[in-house]
């Protein structure tokens, strides 16, 4: 073959693959011009392998990535796709960047018989290797079911489209975007590919690339709001936010915890939970998944608190054990109820916490009010004229003498007592005194958890 023919084979083959989905799609996701391909020309079969891989940077931060074309046999994973995404793991460990992975795939290459089950457990097995190790992102955009799923699932994040499915189960049922948002399989959810894309470039700029790295906001661009009295935990946690820089996860499931990044002040970004009023398993899951991740790499965690009471005690000691196990730095507001099992899961010594505060009208008691005020003040009902309406006035009574914040701050329960208005000052300068914490732990390759 001449010289001529040989560059025109390139030409042609060089357009062919540059048209397939996932090259488009990847030339989307990282800014302009800054995608770099690898393993551009491998081949499955007959045809160019299934998915699309490289590099560049998006919102400036260098990260790695595949994309299955789905207009490739189906983007049917196999040996070679398996190999591509092998290598953007090996070289994202190498660099200690996040790693993203598009996928549309409607399964496995089933001729290759024993060799996609080795396909498959390689990624999988790649996938739990790198978790806590860089930021996993999966941006889920059309069928990914059975094995994929689980793949997808082991990530940080997923992010899904409307068109997206995400199911273990091979006739994808129970899959749909709405369904993975009520479950908690998904972390964001959008409408379009485009904003599906817009999130991630999101949550790139506020993770760090690796777990010895951290990610700092320049510009504090002032609190959305000035927290009040009447604030709950997810009123406050938004107030005190840097402006436009708050972005929840999984809004739709565990509704009682609330999970987010945010900016707070200059430095690194912190995750943010908010809780409201009683706690279920989901809320417990949700929020005890989201602190190890934070802890993983680091990320301080600041936790609202406004909660009565657990509902499950496998969630609830789920939830004390990813507290009280994370060594990042870990602040704690308490903006309203915070009684018995809850104070000592998020805040205070049982949390590990390093600097717990408390709003004037915070109410702080091993027992619910209702229930310490009939424990310990029963007396005081002796011969009342109306018990139902003496009960009601004992209680509040109760809440205010017995469980107030400056009765914990005495007996050394929290560090101080502020305004609401003073939150986002007092949460600056305690992560400014914090980031630079370290912790020595005991030897030993893991707790035991509950999950």
């Known amino acids: 073959m001449s010289y001529t023919g040989a560059a025109d084979s390139l030409e042609n083959a060089c357009n062919i693959i540059s048209d397939t989905i996932g090259n488009r799609r990847l030339r989307a996701l990282f800014d302009d011009g800054n995608f770099m391909e690898i393993d551009r020309f491998a081949k499955s079969s007959d045809h160019y392998a299934e998915a699309a891989a490289g590099y560049g940077t998006i919102e400036g931060c260098p990260v790695y ?3 299955q074309s789905s207009d490739l046999a189906g983007g049917a994973v196999g040996r070679e796709q398996a190999q591509k995404i092998r290598k953007v793991y090996e070289m994202a460990v190498k660099n200690g960047a996040p790693v993203i ?9 089933l001729q290759e018989g024993t060799d996609l089950l080795y396909a498959y457990g ?10 806590g190790v860089v930021p996993l992102i999966s941006l889920v955009l059309g069928p990914c079911i059975g094995v994929s799923a689980m793949i997808a699932s082991c990530a940080d994040f997923v992010v899904m489209s409307g068109k997206g499915e995400l199911t273990v189960s091979s006739d994808g049922k129970g899959g749909s975007a709405k369904e993975a948002a009520k479950q908690g399989n998904a972390a964001i959810v959008t409408e379009t590919e485009e904003d599906a894309v817009a999130a991630v470039h999101s949550l790139i700029a506020k993770l760090p690339s690796n777990n010895l790295d951290a990610v700092g906001f320049e510009d504090e661009n002032g609190g959305a709001g000035i927290p009040s009295a009447g604030n709950s935990a997810k009123d406050a946690a938004e107030a005190v936010a840097n402006q436009d820089s708050l972005q929840e996860l999984m809004p739709d499931y565990g509704v009682s915890a609330r999970t987010a990044l945010a900016g707070i002040g200059c430095g690194s970004a912190v995750g943010i939970l908010a809780y409201d009023g009683i706690l279920d398993a989901d809320a417990c899951s949700k929020a005890a998944r989201f602190i190890r991740f934070c802890d993983a790499f680091n990320m301080p965690i600041v936790s609202f608190v406004n909660a009565e009471k657990f509902v499950s005690l496998r969630a609830a000691s789920m939830l004390s054990s990813a507290y009280s196990e994370a060594t990042c730095a870990k602040i704690s507001v308490l903006v309203g109820n915070a009684y018995g099992p809850v104070y000592i899961a998020t805040s205070g010594h049982g949390a590990n916490a390093d600097y717990t505060v408390a709003w004037p009208q915070a109410v702080i008691s091993a027992l619910a009010p209702e229930t310490g005020a009939v424990f310990f003040w029963n007396d005081r009902l002796a011969g009342s004229a109306d018990p139902i309406a003496d009960r009601k006035k004992l209680i509040a009574q109760y809440a205010a003498e017995a469980c107030n ?3 914990a701050a005495a007996q050394g329960l929290i560090e101080n007592v ?9 949460l600056v300068r305690a992560l400014e005194m914090l980031s630079s914490k370290r912790v020595s ?8 958890i509950q999950l």
Do not use: V
Request: no cysteine; proline share 7%; net charge negative.
């Open 405 to 407: 914040p400056m009765q």
């Open 101 to 109: 992975g598009i996928y549309d795939s409607m399964g496995g290459r």
């Open 418 to 426: 502020i305004q609401p208005e003073d939150t986002r000052a007092e």
């Open 65 to 67: 990535a595949f994309a």
């Open 441 to 448: 732990t005991l030897p030993k390759k893991h707790s035991n």
């Open 122 to 131: 390689d990624i999988l097995r790649e996938t739990n290797a790198l978790s």
